[in-house]
């Protein structure tokens, strides 16, 4: 059984991964292929647990480089315990966020070196990237609008950041594109101010010759 294919959206809040990793199942079980969704922080019982550890609490609970090892562990739980197991069962991933958005959020945004974020994840979950990355844009202040109007009332450690770090983290994922150190050909930025039809079927169209 040849190994499945392992897709990772990322982006900034209100980009609508979530909304997307649900459609693009959809549209990947109507060429028969097995698609499993997941995310991060997350995904397996331990990781879900760090979840926790990471949401809930005072927003300086963590410090920037143990918050950074938090999601690493997570990582490592949810490669270990799901995301290797499917790939091998000949199965897609489709992840909801996964390294990219620590390089993305503790990295560049939290002043931690991109270098340490990936060795981190090299010794935690070996390293494993995806096949494809999909970069859900649109304009922070889109997103920050959609993400707040999503999390009403939510009291989460990250609902507090303001509109500069949305503008950090954009601006971050926009800068892994061609950096050779994440393997810069597994991107592929998406417009998602789209109708998310358009959203699903563009990341279709781009895989098109991974379909059976
Ligand atoms: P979510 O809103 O996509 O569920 O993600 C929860 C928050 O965690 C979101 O603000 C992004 C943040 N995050 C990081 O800071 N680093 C990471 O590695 C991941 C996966 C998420």
Redesign the pocket.
Known sequence: MPRGRFLSLEGG?GAG??TQARALAAALREHGVEAVVT???GGSPGAEAIRAL??EGEPGRWSARAETLL?AAARADHVEKVIRPALYAGHWVIC????D??RA??GVAGGIDDADVLALHAFGSEGLLPDRTFLLTVAPEVGAARATERDRGATDR?AS?DAAFHVAVAAAFATFEGRAEGSPERFRRIDASQPPEQVTAAMLHDMADWLP
């Open positions: 809040e991964k979530s995310r991060e922080p990471l949401l999601f909801d966020r996964f390294v958005s620590t959020y503790q990250f950041r």
